[in-house]
């Protein structure tokens, strides 16, 4: 059973940063992430879904979108159970329900299908 569960959103004043963090638990084995890819994404009001960041599995290379690149950022824990989205330079239009999802494959893209999710954590910029 894997779980996701998003947390540090909140409030920000435009310009300001949040870190988002995206804790990863499931049954041994499966209690990192290894061997699966990662990547967060939002959904603001009345928009769909869309893919922010994400980052592949062994230390893979991570993606991004271009709506967010060089203000989002995408890390990692060494322990491969908790992934972060930093959020720089925020705009009111990142104003959004923030999930992160996971994959079952090593290398992925945005647009690719994840299965698991996230209940998702709120960032509201005024």
């Known amino acids: 059973h894997v779980q996701l569960v998003e947390s540090g959103g909140g409030s920000a004043q435009a310009g300001g940063s949040l870190t988002l963090s995206c804790s990863f638990s499931?049954?041994?084995?499966?209690?990192?992430?290894?061997?699966?890819?990662i990547a967060w994404f939002r959904q603001r009001p009345e928009k769909e879904r869309e893919g922010l960041a994400g980052?592949?599995?062994?230390?893979?290379?991570?993606f991004y979108a271009d709506s967010v690149k060089g203000r989002f950022t995408i890390s990692e824990d060494n322990a491969k159970t908790t992934v972060y989205l930093h959020l720089n330079n925020l705009k009111p239009e990142d104003t959004a329900m923030y999930y992160c999802?996971?994959?079952?494959?090593?290398?992925?893209?945005?647009?690719?299908?994840?299965?698991?999710w996230g209940q998702g954590t709120q960032v509201t910029v005024s």
């Open positions: 499931g049954s041994y084995p499966y209690h990192t992430y290894s061997g699966r890819c």
């Open positions: 980052i592949s599995a062994g230390n893979g290379p991570t």
């Open positions: 999802a996971a994959a079952d494959r090593s290398r992925c893209t945005l647009f690719d299908t994840y299965n698991y």
